[in-house]
């Protein structure tokens, strides 16, 4: 059985087996309810999110957050020390300004003043957490942007909901970002292919999401161009430009989503020769496609054989 609809400005699918007293009208309603809660407390689009909130604060104040926000943001934090900021959840500043935030698109690279007054603003270290108080420091023009690793939380959150009420076996999809949990009823897991961007030219990967989850980040996806170039959306908030040759995709296999979604994004910042070596160095499952073919990281490559 299938559900779907659209959330967080993407659309979203459910794959599930129904039970004999599952109503597929109460598996959407537990669905729903998910990314309401993810909209909420971390949407940049939602002025009254609890995100918007804190980025809207006085310099100096100390913000209150709900639990999730609190606990994506601290994975975040991490992330982003680990990769020496390629990650970067306060990089919101820069992806306003390069046109793919709520301030809406643009047709035209923004000037190198602009660029730099936009990185004085961004910087993870910047962002205090207090986890005894469950709260966030705003030292002044910090913009959070959750965009890399939102929809992979709404998966995480939605396949939690789904086994609470009972739903053991389902596959959750939000704008590309998929978890499975269970096996279908001929006891086959749920088989997904490896997203496949446009050029690509490697082989077809299938892989059993029995207990993981994938995330893919393409910057095939969003971008303009101007002057006969290509800017996407992956930015790297250590230069403040959309990254330059680019992997064409980078897609991580984890058990949460949100991991993957954030380290996806990650390693397309690191690019391929330093995304595969900190893929190496952490044991992350990830495909790296290329212009001139795929490589897949140690990890991957156990999985696959």
């Not at 040759?245 to 989503?257: M, Y």
């Amino acid at each position: 059985m299938a559900i779907g609809g659209q959330t967080m400005g993407t659309g979203w699918q459910v794959r599930f087996v129904a039970g004999a007293d599952t109503h597929p009208g109460v598996v959407r309603q537990a669905v729903e309810a998910v990314f309401a809660r993810v909209i909420a407390e971390a949407s940049g689009w939602e002025p009254c999110s609890a995100l918007c909130r804190f980025n809207r604060a006085d310099a100096g104040t100390v913000q209150p957050l709900p639990v999730g926000l609190f606990s994506v943001l601290r994975y975040a934090v991490e992330l982003a020390r680990d990769s020496d900021g390629a990650c970067d959840p306060t990089v919101g500043p820069l992806v306003d300004l390069w046109g793919f935030g709520p301030a809406g698109p643009r047709s035209d690279p923004p000037d190198a003043a602009a660029i730099a007054t936009a990185r004085a603003r961004v910087g993870w270290q910047r962002l205090l957490l207090d986890p005894d108080r469950r709260a966030a420091l705003q030292p002044g023009g910090l913009a959070l942007d959750l965009s890399g690793i939102a929809k992979g939380w709404a998966v995480d959150l939605a396949s939690e909901a789904l086994s609470a009420i009972g739903v053991a076996s389902h596959l959750v999809e939000v704008g590309g970002e998929l978890r499975g949990t269970g096996t279908k009823p001929d006891g086959q897991p749920w088989w997904v292919l490896l997203e496949q961007p446009p050029g690509g030219t490697g082989p077809e990967t299938l892989v059993a999401l029995h207990g993981l989850s994938i995330a893919t980040s393409g910057d095939y996806r969003r971008f303009f161009e101007a002057d006969g170039r290509r800017f996407a959306h992956t930015i790297d908030p250590r230069t403040g430009w959309p990254v330059a040759d680019a992997p064409l995709a980078v897609s991580v296999l984890h058990p949460s989503c949100m991991v993957a979604d954030a380290l996806a994004t990650a390693l397309t910042v690191l690019g391929p020769e330093a995304g595969m070596d900190h893929a190496r160095r952490h044991g992350i499952a990830a495909l790296f496609v290329l212009r001139g073919g795929e490589r897949a990281s140690p990890a991957l490559a156990a999985m696959l054989d």
